[in-house]
């Protein structure tokens, strides 16, 4: 027996996926491109790095360190060492990146046909959770979602790393992420 769900939910990835190349051919970005860039986009300052993309997307760290040379090659990505620790490499999005997600993702043909799809959001986000937890996969979710945001004298802090954090970091996705502890 068949899941339509399943069947309906890979059709639309399907078809989405096929709209990005088609809109994005004279650019060169491939569909794995754009989910690059839309994760670097939306990552915080300790989740920009290449093995967090790589992770985000379940993509082996060969593969991934192709994709990600071929966009700074080609002006979409800036690498740049972390100040406390010379090991790690951040990535950086640059103009002609962001200029790239504003025009092609999502594509045109989802704009134009999704319209309201709040519901629908929260349904598979629910679902998507479900396969994380399954899955053993990490989460990636909001700082301000996290069992280790805390505030402390008033301003966010992550408990796990000790660190305080900009206000903008709390909305942006971080590999660290876990669930908050069912209430007691």
Known sequence: M???????????????RAEQRRESGATGLEPVHLQALTYLA?????????????????LTKGN????????????????????SDGRVVHLRLTDRARDALASLSPPRLWREAAGDTVRLG??????LGRLLARGG??????????RHHERVNGSPYCALIQVSLDP???????REHEEPLPAA
């Open 42 to 58: 939306l990552a915080n300052r300790y989740s920009d790095t290449p093995q967090s993309v790589g992770e985000y997307l379940g």
């Open 122 to 127: 929260e349904e598979l986000d629910g679902l």
């Open 2 to 16: 068949t899941d339509r769900a399943y069947e309906l939910l890979e059709r639309v990835a399907s078809l989405l």
């Open 168 to 174: 903008e970091q709390v909305d942006r996705l971080c």
């Open 64 to 83: 991934m360190s192709q994709r990600l040379l071929w966009l700074e090659r080609h002006g979409y990505l800036k690498r740049s060492r972390d100040e």
């Open 137 to 146: 996969y990490r989460a990636f979710g909001q700082c301000r979602t996290c």
